[in-house]
């Protein structure tokens, strides 16, 4: 990959504001999505542990400062490095690593320094926090962005431990201790989340998938595979409800309840609509599942801790 390209043939078009070229280049969408999952995982270990909100806002503010930072870090290497596929892609084509509005060696050095401090800025929470913070951006750009995506059905996989991370990142800038039944339980359940969230855009984008050579599991194995792999995936998640029962029944029914729904959703809907369809009703409803599962488990954890004091 040379570092000094920069695809400018696409720069005639218009500039765009540098707030959003910083945006698009660190993906601030991805960001803020990530950063609910991250709150889930921190107030439900404060309310596990029994730990004070204005004793722990130091380590409150370094999660939050810190996961920004990484999360921000990865889109931008993931920015740089997949810049030849995205100026194949209509959704991703007028990115500025793609237009040449930003230079790759800009967004390298963003990059890594976003990298360094967000780090940094974790392991004033705990070292666990740090460690699991560059572990996200090592997985998101090493196996996923640099080796799984371009050659594997199986890169959504592989992806979404990186995009798990934030649950974990949460609960352990609280207590440097991840081995709880709960936290595991959050984190399954979002590496479980992502695989029909992300079938559904890729059923959605097929002809643009194709285009760039991206094996995405529709593109290579169809889209019955997809239908079978991705309800495989929604019993998977259906099981992994039961680790929340150990901490609290009701985040156990809620997580039934959305997972059920959803598989029978997507077993209605693989016979009675057609793909485009299944896939646009399916995005929408992992859209709707990561709404209330991650409100609910922060409003619990919230209530619960002010019934605490």
């Not at 920004?68 to 500025?96: C, H, Q, W």
């Not at 431990?161 to 974990?168: K, R, V």
């Not at 643009?208 to 169809?222: H, I, N, Q, S």
Request: hydrophobic share 50%; proline share 4%.
């Amino acid at each position: 990959m040379r570092i000094n390209s920069g695809f400018n043939e696409a720069s005639t078009a218009e500039k765009q504001p540098f707030s959003e070229v910083l945006s698009k280049t660190i993906k601030t969408g991805i960001i803020k999505s990530n950063l609910f999952p991250m709150a889930a995982g921190l107030t439900l270990a404060l309310y596990t542990y029994q730990l004070g909100i204005i004793e722990k806002l130091p380590a409150i503010i370094s999660a939050f400062a810190g996961s920004i930072l990484v999360m921000g870090a990865a889109g931008a290497f993931n920015n740089l490095y997949d810049r030849d596929i995205d100026s194949m892609m209509e959704r991703t084509k007028t990115r500025p690593t793609v237009t040449g509005e930003i230079q790759a060696r800009t967004v390298l050095w963003l990059a890594v320094l976003m990298s360094i401090a967000g780090v940094g800025i974790l392991a004033l929470a705990t070292p666990l926090a740090a460690l699991l913070g560059f572990l996200g951006i090592f997985f998101y750009v090493v196996p996923y962005t640099m080796w799984s995506k371009r050659r594997t059905v199986y890169n959504t996989e592989i992806g979404s431990i990186s995009g798990a991370m934030p649950p974990l990142i949460g609960w352990a800038a609280m207590y440097p201790d991840i081995s709880h039944p709960a936290a595991l339980g959050l984190f399954v359940i979002t590496v479980m989340w992502q695989m029909p969230h992300f079938y559904a855009i890729a059923i959605r984008k097929y002809e643009e998938y194709r285009a760039a050579g991206v094996p995405m599991l529709p593109v290579v194995k169809g889209v019955q595979r997809t239908y079978v792999q991705t309800n495989v995936y929604l019993v998977i998640l259906i099981g992994i409800s039961f680790l929340l029962g150990t901490l609290s029944v009701g985040l156990m029914l809620v997580s039934l309840l959305l997972s059920v729904t959803w598989l029978v959703l997507s077993m209605y809907g693989s016979k009675r609509m057609d793909a485009e369809k299944w896939a646009k009703s399916m995005f929408i409803f992992s859209l709707v599942h990561m709404t209330i599962f991650f409100s609910t488990v922060i409003i619990y954890s919230l209530t619960g801790i002010l019934f605490q004091l």
